[in-house]
């Protein structure tokens, strides 16, 4: 979620850069933070995914998504080409209406985006929806040990994991690890480190949904 060219000026107020801009150069449109956490949230991406794609340090990632830097031009250039998105995504702000917004989006068996990583084979649900207030993705476990991670996965909000098919393992960082079999589901922090490994015959698949 094509490599895209970087404007020197952009119709977008949040990014309204009129004079040259160097590397060096800060922009600060409001709340870019919140929109890169947002976007990286929507890809289903780590900090560490999101670091090898864009370039940038994990350290870096989390500092500009907390508001505790701003990014120079070419941290911008790096995440508009690493996540795959243009200027007018990055600094859009999401539209706010009164009521309810008829928001709605259906995915089709099989036709979400897919989304694999060396451990989870993902498809990324509802991707026509932008701003969502919660990630759902279906998720097949290729992983069969906790070794195979090298490290906890972790990340900003809240999660609940709902076995379709298959046995698991899942890990957490403050408690001992639980087997889960198809129907069981967990709750947690995803500031937590936490991973899951198949343990059933067949690559389990799992419901993921992240708010």
């Not at 119709?11 to 990286?40: C, H, M, Y």
Request: one cysteine or more; charged letters at 25%; a negative charge.
């Amino acid at each position: 979620m094509p490599d895209q060219q970087l404007p020197q000026h952009s119709e977008n107020p949040a990014f309204n850069v009129t004079r040259s801009v160097t590397s060096e150069d800060t922009v600060e449109p409001l709340q870019l933070g919140k929109r890169v956490r947002e976007i990286r949230l929507s890809q289903s991406l780590t900090l560490e995914e999101a670091s090898k794609l864009t370039g940038l340090a994990r350290s870096t990632l989390s500092k500009i998504e907390n508001e505790q830097i701003s990014p120079t031009f070419t941290a911008v250039s790096k995440l508009v080409k690493g996540l795959g998105i243009d200027i007018p995504q990055l600094f859009s702000q999401p539209s706010r209406s009164a009521g309810a917004g008829g928001r709605r989006d259906i995915t089709r068996a099989g036709e979400g985006k897919p989304h694999p990583t060396p451990t989870y084979e993902h498809e990324l649900l509802a991707n026509q929806l932008t701003s969502k207030k919660m990630l759902p993705y279906r998720t097949t476990i290729r992983a069969r040990s906790f070794e195979e991670f090298g490290d906890w996965v972790r990340h900003e909000g809240e999660e609940l994991l709902y076995v379709i098919s298959g046995s698991i393992t899942f890990y957490s960082e403050f408690y001992e690890p639980v087997n889960l079999d198809e129907g069981d589901s967990a709750y947690y922090d995803c500031e937590m480190g936490h991973a899951v490994t198949s343990t059933s015959e067949n690559d389990a698949v799992i419901l993921w949904v992240t708010a």
